[in-house]
């Protein structure tokens, strides 16, 4: 028997079996929550917003997040150690103000730099950096300093909230808040703040925040087995892991297409463009990076399971692309321009790929360093996908390239 009947029969194995999982009912006991299923997800800057609408960035919602926050730094000494408790008691909750992406020029960097959150009033003055799963190391904590020593306020503390404890490249004089421990303190807190008003929205959207919260620093859920699917998982483990081999090979497949596809639009060898993976709560992600692009610019393909592809297939993809501004492409938000007047928010185009036309096709990451460009596939199948990873590539090359030369004949100048 040849290597090619062997790998029949272990794919007929297969198919018995995935018919047999079929059969199966998986218990999952996941409640599902607003926020992780509708609302910002992981993305930064829309759960940096979502959480400074309960610090104080609107009035008429509750500051119940600041008012946690705040007790968490004050427990953990980041007010110094001479603040005592009538600090927490004496503020006037009412009056605390949260702003958005506070700007301070860098004269060297000839940039704008923004801190995520300021939280304040005329006794205090609260820096907070906020990183989902993000480096802090292109920080420019020393700029940031700078900015809060603007306000001429006695109490003052800065901290990083992130959904861990990790201090990696974070100053020794700032502060590092876990999600768990910002969202214990706001548990802590909750009772008596919602025992003193009505039972309204704000109560909902709040809970439904420390959820996500939690979600996300917990990403693990935890999932049971139920005797049924223990016992049919132990009979046929054998045919499990050589299904799980299946889906290596078919990433490693597709990673090898991206790079040939890639390469060869771009006019470079395959050994030009290196490439990384990444896992998000439900899709893949294969990260090409040009070399000639320079720094963390790269082209992406996302793929997860779907019903909805036009071919025998139930796997689904999408492309999404970063800019790096760090990367010799200062006016990113001319690219920003150009990607939504010049690709299609429909599938009659030239293109091999077009825009859904939301709020989501564009937006900025790392305090506006990374350029995010995300668009469909002209055909909804793996080769379309292909067809449009490439297709973005290109795009992406000719502006990167337009603005690298520019920035080269700027300098020579």
């Known amino acids: ?33 607003l926020f992780s299923v509708a609302g910002p997800g992981h993305n930064e800057n829309r759960l940096s917003d979502l959480m400074a609408l309960f610090m104080g960035s609107h009035q008429g ?63 205090f003055v609260v820096g907070v950096e906020h990183k989902v799963w993000a ?6 904590f020393n ?39 910002l969202v214990n303190t706001a548990y802590e807190l909750y009772g008596s703040e919602a025992a003193r008003g009505v039972y309204d929205k704000w109560q909902v959207f709040y809970l439904e925040l420390l959820k996500h919260m939690e979600s996300i620093a917990s990403p693990e859920e935890v999932k049971t087995m139920d005797k049924k699917e223990l016992e049919f998982s132990l009979k046929y483990f054998s045919q499990l892991r050589e299904a799980g081999r299946y889906v290596a090979r078919l990433e490693n497949e597709i990673i090898q297409e991206g790079r040939s596809q890639i390469g060869a639009v771009l006019g470079i060898s395959e050994s030009e463009v290196s490439v990384s993976t990444s896992t998000w709560s439900e899709s893949r992600v294969l990260r090409f990076s040009p070399h000639h692009w320079g720094a963390d610019t790269q082209v992406c393909l996302v793929y997860y399971e779907t019903e909805e592809s036009e071919a025998n297939e ?54 506006g360093r990374y350029l995010m460009l995300d668009a469909w596939p002209k055909e909804y199948t793996k080769t379309g996908a292909m ?27």
């Open 1 to 33: 028997m040849d290597k090619e009947d062997m790998e029949d029969i272990s794919i007929r194995g297969l198919e018995e079996l995935f018919e047999k999982m079929s059969l199966l009912s998986v218990s999952e006991i996941v409640t599902p929550n």
């Open 61 to 123: 919602a509750p500051r119940w997040l600041g008012k946690a926050l705040i007790t968490c730094l004050f427990r953990k000494g980041a007010f110094g150690t001479d603040v005592d408790s009538e600090f927490l008691e004496e503020i006037d909750w009412s009056d605390v103000v949260a702003d958005r992406e506070v700007g301070a020029w860098d004269a060297e960097g000839r940039t704008t730099k923004r801190l995520d959150l300021i939280i304040r009033n005329d006794g």
């Open 135 to 140: 480096s802090a190391s292109y920080n420019p």
């Open 143 to 181: 700029i940031y300093d700078r900015l809060l020593g603007e306000y001429r306020l006695e109490n003052r503390a800065k901290c990083v909230l992130r959904p861990n404890k990790c201090r990696k490249h974070v100053p020794d004089d700032w502060v590092v808040v876990s999600y768990s421990e």
């Open 314 to 367: 139930t796997i689904g993809f999408y492309v999404r692309s970063y800019v790096d501004r760090e990367g010799g492409n200062k006016d990113i938000e001319k690219i920003e321009v150009e990607f939504l007047s010049s690709v299609p928010v429909e599938n009659s185009t030239d293109l091999s790929f077009y825009r859904d036309g939301s709020d989501k096709d564009v937006d900025y990451e790392s305090n």
């Open 387 to 413: 067809a449009a990873l490439a297709g973005l590539a290109k795009w992406v090359d000719e502006r990167v390239n337009e603005q690298s030369q520019s920035t080269v004949l700027a300098d020579n100048h």
